[in-house]
């Protein structure tokens, strides 16, 4: 640790101003804080301010994503197995094929992303900003594997430069940049993220099919049965809602299983990172609109066991970490618990009502954090009116 | 006839006061018809006769206009001059009046028109008059253009039709077309990226 200290000391007089490579100071300097906390904390821009900086928080959230993250290579290996009729392929097989086909798409988001990061930074002359540290996982977790990588490159450019750089960078912009990738390539690339094949690994290039396979995730079904009018939905991933939980069945790579996401949450909770009033509130406003369309039951989607939506597709993953993004969210502490409730009971409302978008959790979010700065606005209006009263009554 | 000065109104709406990227009017129509380049270029076109011909006119009639019924005389006259357009257009190019649809009756409610006669036509001479409302109908038309070809490029891969990166064979490499790009959203941003270029280019431009 010493040693790689007194490198960096070495060769700081080179990129301060008037050394030699001083254009270079940005790039530098975010090498520098990423190696060793830096003496400075975080003075504007995301509300954090402790004895941690951004690069810290952002760490934590990284670590807290490696669940997911392991258990969807693992996964990507496991369907794809299944998909060809090998079902006992061993553990470290489907472990490695999945890291192989995972890994590209981690790597091109970071380098798209960091570089543009990067360049802006050089540019305006400021220092680089941390938030992409967290983007960059959080993009291919998101993504069916099968995505072609160009796409993968085309959406994390136009969630940095569109979604952040044009608001001001980290902490300044409205959406959640992954999820904005998401959208981008959801409604750009409508086939290559929806349907019945994308999920696995292969399938869209027609490689071996085995009787009775199908790709489709369960909320596909559920749209499909929907669609058919069908009285019961029939599930075809997984055997069924302990499968579900821990995430054997196809989707995008981080989002299937509840239970690594489960634990990320817990790291999350347990270092303060994020809000425990948006995730509770989340799954509270999900589990109660799935009652509430249990009430109405007008057909098989309706009928869903309310439960069923909190553990299938990107539910979970999106309430603990796309939902608690501080940047995007609301900030006050009712705000966030009207914030979370409304992101859940929307997910499922577009789930159950409208057969286009299997699944709502990303439309949901996005559309929250639109209404953020709304809900703090009214909130922080009836505090003030609230005290204006309880002053007059001290009159 | 061509004195510095008339040729200023000509070129000013082009960039300095561009009635879109500057103005910030006109921009429904603007994201409404450009997801193809050929409506864009017939809508620019009609804008351009219907701003230059009313301004004219108005600018014959200013002194003769009340001024407390102005507003409904320079409606009849836009709203004939439209009704001329869409003629025009279902006679010769039935195919892209069916594609600009109600759009081009909506004409009539393009703030850019108005603008222009309530600015300028009433308290100027009629050529000057003529030659503003062509250059700002020219402004409107660059940008629509712009937009026009580059959603129908990337959003369908043609240009005025003509299936250009089929020609060329990207389709092989994996190549997709961007249907964001059709999608009225999408023309928004390019409109917002326009108008950060032009700002970045022309400092003056940029709100305190």
Redesign the interface.
């Known amino acids: 640790m010493k040693a790689l200290r007194n490198i960096v000391d070495k060769m700081k007089p080179n990129f301060e101003k008037g050394g030699k490579f001083s254009k270079l100071h940005s790039t530098f300097d975010a090498f520098e804080t990423f190696l060793f906390v830096p003496k400075t904390v975080t003075r504007q821009g995301s509300h954090i301010r402790d004895c941690n900086d951004m690069k810290r928080v952002m760490i934590v959230v990284v670590v807290a994503l490696l669940p997911a993250l392991l258990f969807g290579m693992y996964n990507v290996g496991l369907q794809h197995f299944r998909a060809v009729g090998l079902p006992d392929a061993a553990l470290m097989q489907c472990f490695w094929f999945g890291f192989l086909k995972v890994m590209p798409i981690v790597l091109v988001s970071y380098i798209v992303g960091l570089g543009i990061e990067f360049g802006v930074a050089q540019a305006r002359g400021h220092e680089v900003n941390e938030g992409f540290l967290v983007s960059g996982m959080l993009i291919p977790l998101v993504m069916p594997v099968d995505i072609?990588l160009?796409?993968v490159a085309v959406a994390t450019a136009f969630a940095v430069v569109?979604g952040k750089e044009?608001f001001g960078g980290t902490g300044m912009n409205i959406f959640n940049p992954a999820l904005l990738a998401r959208a981008?390539i959801f409604?750009?690339?409508?086939p290559?993220i929806s349907g019945e094949k994308v999920w696995v690994a292969g399938l869209t290039k027609g490689e071996g099919i085995v009787d009775g396979f199908s790709g489709a995730t369960p909320l596909t079904d559920a749209a499909n049965a929907l669609a058919e009018g069908a009285g019961t939905v029939t599930y075809t991933g997984g055997s069924g809602p302990m499968d579900w939980f821990l995430g054997t069945i196809p989707g995008c790579i981080g989002e299937t299983s509840t239970l690594a996401i489960l634990i990320g949450a817990a790291i999350l909770l347990y270092t303060g990172v994020a809000s425990w009033r948006v995730m509770l509130s989340v799954f509270a406003g999900g589990y109660l609109m799935g009652l509430l369309f249990n009430l109405i039951g007008l057909n098989a989607v309706m009928d869903m066991p309310a439960y069923y939506h909190l553990i299938l597709g990107g539910f979970a993953f999106g309430a603990v970490f796309m939902a608690t993004d501080p940047v995007t969210g609301s900030q006050t502490n009712a705000g966030k618990l009207i914030y979370g409730f409304l992101i859940g009971a929307i997910a499922v409302l577009i789930r159950v009502v409208n057969p286009g978008y299997p699944e709502g959790m990303m439309l949901s979010i996005l559309f929250m954090n639109a209404m953020a700065p709304l809900i703090d606005h009214y909130v922080v209006e009836a505090n003030i009116r609230r005290r204006n009263r309880r002053l007059k009554l001290a009159k | 006839m061509f004195s510095a000065k008339i040729l200023k109104l000509l070129t000013s709406p082009l960039s300095q006061s561009n009635p879109i990227t500057v103005q910030i009017l006109g921009i429904c129509s603007a994201l409404a018809v450009t997801a193809k380049l050929k409506p864009a270029f017939v809508m620019a076109l009609s804008v351009t006769v219907v701003t230059a011909f009313s301004s004219l006119i108005i600018s014959m009639l200013r002194n003769t206009i009340p001024s407390r019924i102005r507003i409904i005389v320079q409606l009849v006259v836009v709203a004939a001059l439209v009704i001329l357009v869409d003629q025009i257009l279902k006679a010769y190019v039935y195919d892209v009046s069916k594609q600009l649809s109600v759009f081009v009756g909506l004409i009539i409610t393009n703030c850019i028109i108005m603008g222009r006669i309530e600015a300028f036509a009433l308290g100027n001479k009629p050529w000057p008059s003529f030659v503003d409302g062509i250059g700002n109908g020219l402004g409107y038309g660059i940008i629509l253009v712009v937009l026009g070809f580059v959603r129908e490029l990337l959003g369908a891969g043609t240009v005025w039709g003509y299936p250009v990166f089929e020609k060329i064979g990207i389709y092989h490499t994996?190549?997709?077309n961007?249907?964001?790009?059709l999608?009225p959203p999408m023309a928004l941003?390019c409109v917002?990226i326009i108008i950060?270029i032009q700002r970045s280019r022309n400092k003056n431009l940029i709100e305190k």
């Open positions: 072609p160009w796409m569109i044009v981008f409604f750009s690339y409508t290559f | 994996g190549y997709t961007n249907s964001l790009m999608l941003i917002g950060w």
